[in-house]
T-cell receptor, first 115, second 114 residues
Framework: NAGVTQTPKFQVLKTGQSMTLQCAQDMNHEYMSWYRQDPGMGLRLIHYSVGAGITDQGEVPNGYNVSRSTTEDFPLRLLSAAPSQTSVYFC??????????????FGPGTRLTVT | AQKITQTQPGMFVQEKEAVTLDCTYDTSDPSYGLFWYKQPSSGEMIFLIYQGSYDQQNATEGRYSLNFQKARKSANLVISASQLGDSAMYFCAMSTGTASKLTFGTGTRLQVTL
């Protein structure tokens, strides 16, 4: 199993550009999430999904869009990049089943810089 | 709303000693889960330990144990016999309702010295 994979590892964007961060998992997890990590802070939830076709907003959703057409993939779209979106982005997946005890498996992260 | 507070920005511990990293949480949900993650300088997030709100016993995983005091709303991580490889950032996190939504604290940077 590759686990949770993210591409690209690094990206530099100019203000106003758009791009998609890719996330895929091969563990057949129903739950997937996107977090951002800013310096000196913990991870903050951007969007999450509890299954294909179902997404919802997290704590900091503005400026980001997601969709979940398959169980495996959960791309994050930046609509019009801003310097405030400079961060490290983590994708995560976990089992479902109605319990909150399942650990989230994290991808290696994407370091994004917006100039 | 859920909140996790980690009040120790940095901690030092000597090799082979035990160390406690503090975590307090706030939620009105009676059912929740508490997690600890390790983030080494390479950046990946490594799951360490989990405690459920209804679990009667404190969770343990090898050298890691979680000191769960429900009345105080605290979930401190205890690392026994520290090793140099334990030097990293440590994050406390909480989930309520679904495991896909974690709320994180700001982290504690642990340095293990000789």
């Amino acid at each position: 199993n590759a686990g949770v994979t993210q591409t690209p590892k690094f990206q530099v964007l100019k203000t106003g550009q758009s791009m998609t961060l890719q996330c895929a998992q091969d563990m057949n997890h129903e739950y997937m999430s996107w977090y951002r990590q800013d310096p000196g802070m913990g991870l903050r939830l951007i969007h999450y999904s509890v299954g294909a076709g179902i997404t919802d907003q997290g704590e900091v959703p503005n400026g980001y869009n997601v969709s979940r057409s398959t169980t495996e993939d959960f791309p994050l779209r930046l609509l019009s990049a801003a310097p405030s979106q400079t961060s490290v982005y983590f994708c995560a997946s976990s089992y479902s089943g109605g319990r909150d005890s399942y650990e989230q498996y994290f991808g290696p992260g994407t370091r994004l810089t917006v100039t | 709303a859920q909140k996790i507070t980690q009040t120790q920005p940095g901690m030092f511990v000597q090799e082979k000693e035990a160390v406690t990293l503090d975590c307090t949480y706030d939620t009105s949900d009676p059912s929740y889960g508490l997690f600890w993650y390790k983030q080494p300088s390479s950046g990946e997030m490594i799951f360490l330990i989990y405690q459920g709100s209804y679990d009667q016993q404190n969770a343990t995983e090898g050298r890691y144990s979680l000191n769960f005091q429900k009345a105080r709303k605290s979930a401190n991580l205890v690392i026994s016999a520290s090793q140099l490889g334990d030097s990293a950032m440590y994050f406390c996190a909480m989930s309520t309702g679904t495991a896909s939504k974690l709320t994180f604290g700001t982290g504690t940077r642990l340095q293990v010295t000789l």
